[in-house]
């Protein structure tokens, strides 16, 4: 494992691997009384969030916590923070401050790199999101979570998504879901698909390591799993496409649409969703739907991650490794 | 009256000769001149080229002084071989009225280190709304020849067209920042593979490229002169020989860092990279190259954009844009134009000097190198080889891509009308 955890494609598959199996073991922590081990006592871990993301900031909380680490919560939303030097301003009183790891989530592309790159600070750096580049651990999750459903969770240890045939549907452009998945699923082997009006879709798209349409009922009998990326209704005032109806129209998941996709297929959703337009409740309470349960491995994902990267190279709950690689 | 010879140079990289400086002109070029009263320099085969001219420098005095000043500015000017610069409008105040100009222009005087010919703005305040008082800068004691809105586009086809319309009265030239806006809304770099990879807000080719083909058009129709400023996408390369080819009164400029880097560098994150128009891709830098060589683009440009190192210590979006380049431009277009083969050293005068003179109407600049001719000069020690420490730099900022980069060439003397401003590579 390297030192930083910045974008998805700078992990290896063997990396991936790691980190996945790893996310088992934590999620049996989960399972236990007391969801707590001593693993990060005495070591600190910032949550810098430069943008608002109740849900991202609570699971990597939740994951330091149950980690035993020293948490600090820093907003900068809403404080002094408004010029670009800030950044490294805030990184460099961190630095003094002794942390171990800074979780930074910030509107930027290119800020977590430029953290862990330019010398302000020594810490580990972990991408809770930049802009519209990449979100790592979400899509650390997401494969997580594919794993278990499409391979199985103990059949699932030691490997990849070799095969597996992934459609992501949405707003393409404006995604680092998006990006860090097709980086991660392709060096996991599965073979993905992108779905998105062509507005929605980014010119250089065709350097991606996957294939791009723009429609999703050729592809539905050929997923097995479709990942629903959020669009957001002010796209529709900037002319990515016409109306709502015809986004969900075109684009939205319902039952009939569901009802194409292979028996053991999932439909994915990293939240939070807009019902109606990008998915009918029928779908998204349905079983197939996993968005709670990938909410719940988000935090089994990143205890594995915080663990790999300050230093754990032991297994880390002792009893359920079965073999190193 | 002070008399100077230079002994052996290669008079725009021919065989070598001696020029001998009386006052401010150049008194004789020939073999064997007598040294007698002169003060000796050895070019020892070292190319002199006329004083180069930058058409596109940001001198940020007044408003900014904290990036550069008309002294620092001009001291950079001087160390990288210029005897004149036009320094844009986009300062604070606006270089929109007679006495903006002109107090810009009297600090190069006194100085004295490059002349300053500032650049007037087409629009009050840069706001493309309203043309400024472009006759009155024009009749100041700047003698305003050359307006930009530079830093924005002029995007109005309306007001363009009728400032290109304006100027033809005291013969002057609208110079566009080639820039649709709506294409480039949060704009951060060249749209294309590697900012689809980085989610960065993509400028798009074609937002240079529609505008030019629009002004070309109006130039066209209102029988007037139009110049591109830092042209960078081989589409508008297309464009430019297309409407040369038409007979169009339009001229082109290309900056020495679009003729070397590509959007691959951006990969690092680095702002020192971020400049607008965008660096493009390695396919854009061989057609400028080409497009400067066969004359198409008519002149090498700096687009000289100091910045504090705060403005560039930070994450990419908050980042500002531009680079330094006054004095690298020479040894960037001796890497890419000459050692490529593609222009000779009389090319690399007619680019640098003698074509940035004639657009800009700079007199005394840009002339032969011949009896007669103010001695404004410049003498290049073609064999140097060293990396870029911007320490040595005399900009007051620092911002330049090429730090650590080896590059070739170095300027070791300038004059302006006979008096040195560059000895040994020091500022006199
Ligand atoms: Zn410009």
């Known amino acids: 494992m390297q030192r930083h955890l910045i974008s998805a494609a700078d992990l290896t598959r063997d990396d991936a691997v790691l980190i996945l199996d790893t996310a088992e073991e934590m999620a049996r922590v989960a399972d236990r009384p007391i969801k707590k081990l001593p693993t990060l006592r005495g070591r600190t871990v910032v949550n810098l969030f430069f943008e608002d993301s109740t849900r991202t900031r609570i699971s990597f909380e939740a994951a330091e916590k149950r980690l035993s680490a020293d948490v600090i919560n820093f907003t900068a939303k809403g404080s002094s923070v408004s010029k670009g030097e800030s950044l490294k301003d805030t990184a ?21 790199y430029r953290l862990a790159t330019s010398g ?6 972990i991408n809770a999101g930049d802009g519209t580049h990449q979100h790592p651990t979400q899509a650390l999750l997401d494969a997580f979570t594919m794993r278990r459903r499409l391979v199985g969770r103990d059949a699932g240890l030691g490997q990849d998504l070799a095969g597996k045939r992934i459609t992501l549907v949405g707003d393409i452009l404006h995604s680092r879901v998006a990006r860090s998945n097709v980086d991660l699923l392709h060096t996991l082997g599965a073979e993905v698909t992108l779905v998105a009006p062509p507005t929605l879709v980014p010119v250089g798209v065709e350097s991606w390591p996957c294939e791009v349409s723009y429609d999703l009922d050729s592809t539905l009998s050929k997923s097995d799993a479709v990942m629903l990326l959020r669009v957001q209704r002010e796209r529709m005032n900037a002319a990515f496409f016409p109306t709502e109806r015809e986004y969900s129209r075109r684009y939205g998941l319902d039952g009939d649409r569901m009802a194409k996709m292979p028996e053991h297929a999932i439909v994915m959703h990293p939240g939070p969703m807009v019902r109606g337009m990008e998915i009918t409740a029928e779908v998204a309470d349905s079983e197939r739907c996993t968005a709670i349960e990938q909410v719940a491995n988000g935090v089994s994902i990143r205890m594995a991650v915080l663990y790999l990267l300050l230093g754990g190279n032991e297994p880390a709950v002792t009893h359920t490794r079965t073999e190193e690689k | 009256m002070s008399k100077i010879l230079i002994r052996g140079a290669k008079v725009l990289g021919g065989e070598p000769q001696d020029v001998l400086i009386e006052g401010s002109e150049i008194a004789a070029v020939g073999s064997g001149l007598s040294a007698e009263g002169a003060e000796v320099v050895e070019a020892d085969g070292k190319v002199l080229l006329p004083g180069l001219v930058d058409l596109h420098t940001h001198l940020r005095e007044p408003g900014r002084e904290d990036s550069e000043t008309v002294l620092t500015g001009t001291r950079a000017a001087a160390s990288g071989g210029y005897t004149a610069v036009f320094a844009m409008a986009n300062t604070f105040p606006v270089a929109d009225t007679a006495g903006v100009v002109e107090q810009v222009y009297r600090l190069g005087q006194e100085h004295g280190y490059c002349d300053v010919q500032p650049i007037g703005a087409v629009t009050v305040g840069l706001e493309g709304k309203k043309l400024a008082e472009l006759g009155a800068m024009h009749e100041s004691a700047a003698g305003v020849t050359v307006f930009s809105d530079d830093g924005k586009c002029v995007d109005d086809a309306v007001i363009m067209r009728r400032a290109l319309e304006y100027v033809k009265a005291f013969g002057g030239v609208v110079a566009q920042h080639a820039q649709e806006p709506r294409l480039t809304e949060g704009a951060q770099m060249n749209e294309g593979v590697v900012s689809a990879e980085l989610g960065l807000g993509g400028w798009p080719a074609v937002a240079e490229e529609s505008i030019i083909a629009r002004d070309v058009l109006l130039a066209e129709h209102v029988g007037s002169r139009v110049h591109i400023c830092h042209l960078s996408t081989a589409g508008s390369v297309e464009i430019v020989r297309w409407a040369k080819s038409r007979g169009i009164d339009v001229t082109a400029e290309v900056t020495p860092h679009h003729l ?8 690092s994150y680095n702002p020192v990279y971020k400049v607008n128009p965008p660096l493009r891709t390695e396919r854009d830098v061989m057609a400028l190259r080409e497009a400067l060589a066969d004359g198409t683009i008519d002149i090498v440009a700096t687009d000289h954009a100091p910045h504090p190192h705060e403005d ?19 040894s960037v277009v001796q890497q890419t134009m000459v050692e490529t083969g593609l222009l000779d050293w009389a090319g690399v005068a007619d680019r640098m000097s003698f074509k940035p003179a004639g657009i800009g109407r700079a007199q005394g600049h840009g002339r032969p190198v011949s009896a007669g001719e103010p001695a404004n000069l410049t003498l290049v020690d073609t064999a140097y080889r060293g990396a870029v420490d911007p320490a040595g730099f005399a900009s007051r900022s620092r911002n330049t891509p090429y730090e650590g980069r080896e590059l070739p060439g170095r300027v070791t003397h300038t004059w302006l009308r006979g008096r040195a401003t560059l000895v040994d590579g020091k500022l006199a």
């Open chain 1, 120 to 125: 302000w600070i020594d810490a580990a750096v």
């Open chain 1, 92 to 112: 460099q009183t961190l630095e003094a401050m002794g942390v171990d790891a800074v979780v930074i989530r910030h509107g930027a592309s290119g800020a977590p």
């Open chain 2, 312 to 330: 560039k210590d930070c994450e990419w979006a908050a980042a500002a844009m531009g680079m330094v380049g006054l004095e690298t431009a020479l």
């Open chain 2, 260 to 267: 070397l880097l590509t959007d691959e560098l951006v990969r």
